[in-house]
């Protein structure tokens, strides 16, 4: 019933910064609890970020300072801004989407989508 597309994914060297988008449809997510999980291989799903419907806003430690979650509900549309890139934040990148923020921020999704892949060198 919910279908999300993630982009913007690519390689870049350390230091350098991806901006990633992913877009909603099937529904209005406007009040879901939205936000970006990733995985490397031979590694468990990590949490990265999360974002509420009222902008509430949280994030792993390993990216906090470094990534900037944001979300546009008019367009069902969510962001991450990823700057300071580091070889360890190689991974596909996973968008989700959870009626509870709280859920959401302990790993818990609805919705995920196909991932995009961020490859950091050097």
């Known amino acids: 019933q919910v279908q999300l597309v993630e982009s913007g994914g690519g390689l870049v060297q350390a230091g350098g910064s991806l901006r990633l988008s992913c877009a909603a449809s099937?529904?209005?997510?406007?009040?879901?609890?939205m936000g970006w999980f990733r995985q490397a291989p031979g590694k468990e799903r990590e949490f990265v970020a999360a974002i509420s419907w009222s902008g509430s806003r949280t994030y792993a430690d390993s990216v906090k300072g470094r990534f900037t979650i944001s979300r546009d509900n008019a367009k069902n549309t969510v962001y991450l801004q990823m700057d300071s890139l580091k070889p360890e934040d190689t991974a596909v990148y996973y968008c989700a989407a959870h009626s509870s923020f709280s859920a959401l921020r302990a790993g818990m999704d609805d919705y995920w989508g196909q991932g995009t892949q961020v490859t950091v060198s050097s």
């Open positions: 099937g529904r209005t997510l406007s009040t879901y609890a």
